[in-house]
């Protein structure tokens, strides 16, 4: 079983700053892994495209500080190699500076 714990944090008037763990019985890739995030945390969802799988227009979405378009389909083994914690930032395009 893969257990990651997730800090989720919010910059530009964004209020978030939680942390969620997450348990898969396979290995996963980022975007399953924003799947299962959004499943437990449905407001994720004003600002994450539940179907699509990607941030909605006028968001940025930080999975260890990389853009989540660029990591999306690798396999979270290969980002954070042995380690279990990740932090994804949720960035408004208007965040002010």
């Given at each position: 079983m893969l257990?990651?714990?997730?800090?989720?944090r919010g910059i530009g008037g964004?209020?978030?700053n939680e942390e969620i763990?997450?348990?898969a019985n396979k290995e996963l890739y980022?975007?399953?892994?924003?799947?299962?995030?959004?499943?437990?945390?449905?407001?994720?969802?004003?600002?994450?495209?539940?179907n699509a799988l990607k941030p909605k227009p006028?968001?940025?979405?930080?999975?260890?500080?990389i853009d989540y378009n660029i990591v999306s389909n690798i396999?979270?083994?290969?980002?954070l190699g042995k380690n279990t914690e990740i932090?994804?930032?949720?960035?408004?395009v208007n965040h002010g500076g």
């Open positions: 257990e990651i714990n997730v800090r989720l964004l209020k978030i763990k997450i348990r980022i975007k399953d892994l924003l799947q299962k995030i959004i499943e437990e945390k449905h407001e994720l969802s004003d600002f994450i495209d539940k006028g968001i940025i979405l930080l999975v260890e500080n396999n979270i083994r290969e980002l932090n994804i930032t949720i960035i408004p």
